[in-house]
């Protein structure tokens, strides 16, 4: 069964960015020019991923117009002349079917998941996490998805990080398989570093079988308080293999002030429109330093 949806949980405050996100949804900040969540719609889209289903929670009825048409500014656009821009604010609507599901409570990734339980029905599925922006030459969830037609298992995103930062992610322990691919015997949701398996870290891509829906619903709330994602798959291993690829690509973490500040730099020095002078910018800033 070939893959053509998506999740992508987006009912969080976003209060590590606030003031911005007091009445703003985090996921609509922009790199350069486009809403964070744009990127993982497009990496989604590039994979041939048809549906995708936004979680989301109150105040965050931007998203929900911003992947709409919005024929108001259409006509404006076109009365003045601008068909670029009419053509950039259609193909928004057009990337993908869009549907969408209230978290009304915030409990946790797992149970974002679980919400779409009805809409995915018994297909396996992706999940994006919007506040990882992954650049490469091939798509991070396709890359993925070629592990997931090879192994027909769940395959879970995953990155090296520093010791000290094990706390901070799903951390896995398993048998290396090839340079790129693990099977994951054992993951562990946030550990302090003396107690992490590894320093192997899941992050925001991941590729799910339906039967992870039977593990959420028996998975009690954990770290947080909250129901973990992390804590069902460690579940789901007991009944099917699940495996840890790590991607070829560059991260960025734009949940963090610094990584979102990396994100904007860099991808903007690697527009076409924008690179060349903003590099020269950047130097003559430094050499004012």
């Known amino acids: 069964m070939d893959l053509k949806k998506a999740i992508i949980p987006a009912a969080g405050l976003g209060t590590r960015f606030l003031p911005a996100t007091k009445a703003s949804p985090k996921e609509m900040l922009p790199i350069v020019d486009k809403p964070a969540i744009q990127y993982v719609i497009e990496e989604a889209k590039s994979a041939s991923i048809e549906s995708i289903l936004i979680i989301t929670g109150r105040g965050k009825e931007a998203i929900e117009n911003h992947f709409d048409y919005s024929y108001e ?18 193909k928004i609507a057009d990337m993908a079917d869009f549907f969408y599901v209230r978290q009304k409570e915030a ?11 009805n809409w995915v029905s018994r297909e396996p599925f992706a999940v994006f996490l919007g506040d990882d922006i992954i650049i490469s030459k091939t798509p991070c969830i396709k890359q993925m998805i070629e592990v997931f037609e090879e192994k027909r298992a769940t395959v879970l995103g995953v990155v090296e990080v520093v010791k000290k930062d094990t706390s901070k992610f799903g ?12 099977e994951v015997s054992d993951i562990v949701e946030k550990p302090e570093p003396e107690k992490a398996p590894s320093t192997t870290a899941v992050i925001g891509r991941y590729i799910l079988t339906p039967q992870i829906f039977d593990q959420l619903e028996k998975t009690k709330p954990g770290v947080g308080g909250e129901i973990q994602l992390t804590d069902a798959i460690k579940s789901l291993m007991k009944k099917e293999k699940v495996f840890a690829y790590r991607f070829k690509g560059k991260r960025y973490d734009i949940g963090d002030k610094f990584g979102f500040l990396q994100a904007t730099v860099e991808i903007a020095l690697q527009r076409k429109d924008l690179g060349k002078e903003f590099k020269k910018y950047l130097k003559q800033l430094l050499n004012e330093k």
């Open 171 to 182: 951390i896995i322990k398993g048998k290396k398989i090839s340079d790129s691919l693990i």
């Open 107 to 117: 409990l946790g990734l797992g149970h974002a998941v679980l919400c779409a339980k």
């Open 73 to 90: 500014l259409q006509n404006i656009l076109e009365k003045r002349g601008k068909r670029e821009e009419v053509e950039i604010v259609k």
